[in-house]
Nanobody, 118 residues
Framework: QVQLLESGGGLVQAGGSLRLSCAAS????????MAWFRQAPRKEREFVAR????????YYADSVKGRFTISVDNAQNTVYLQMNSLKPEDTAVYYC???????????WGQGTQVTVSS
């Protein structure tokens, strides 16, 4: 089992920044890929970014490329999502996820709300 706990969401004005954190625990989480997804009201959940613990290889959705950065801190067992130049369309519940596949993860956090005002 892998446990994921997100934090860092909140309300920010357009153009501002937020950093989300995801604390991971469990026996094998550090062999998995870690990812962030988001779900806006009345929309399907969508992929945002992913990273692997071992190689630190990253991949981003086109909608956030150049504005968001995913990173890991192995000592803290934590994955971060630094979000800059936020837009109202970034408003969503953000979920941390883990699994052998970052696109179809096995484990999910409870989500953290990000609201960007115009």
């Amino acid at each position: 089992q892998v446990q994921l706990l997100e934090s860092g969401g909140g309300l920010v004005q357009a153009g501002g920044s937020l950093r989300l954190s995801c604390a991971a625990s469990g026996r094998t989480f550090n062999t998995y890929a870690m990812a962030w997804f988001r779900q806006a009201p009345r929309k399907e959940r969508e992929f945002v970014a992913r990273i692997t613990w071992s190689t630190r290889s990253t991949y981003y959705a086109d909608s956030v490329k150049g504005r968001f950065t995913i990173s890991v801190d192995n000592a803290q067992n934590t994955v971060y999502l630094q979000m800059n130049s936020l837009k109202p369309e970034d408003t969503a519940v953000y979920y941390c996820a883990a699994g052998p596949s970052a696109i179809h993860p096995d484990y999910w956090g409870q989500g953290t709300q990000v609201t960007v005002s115009s």
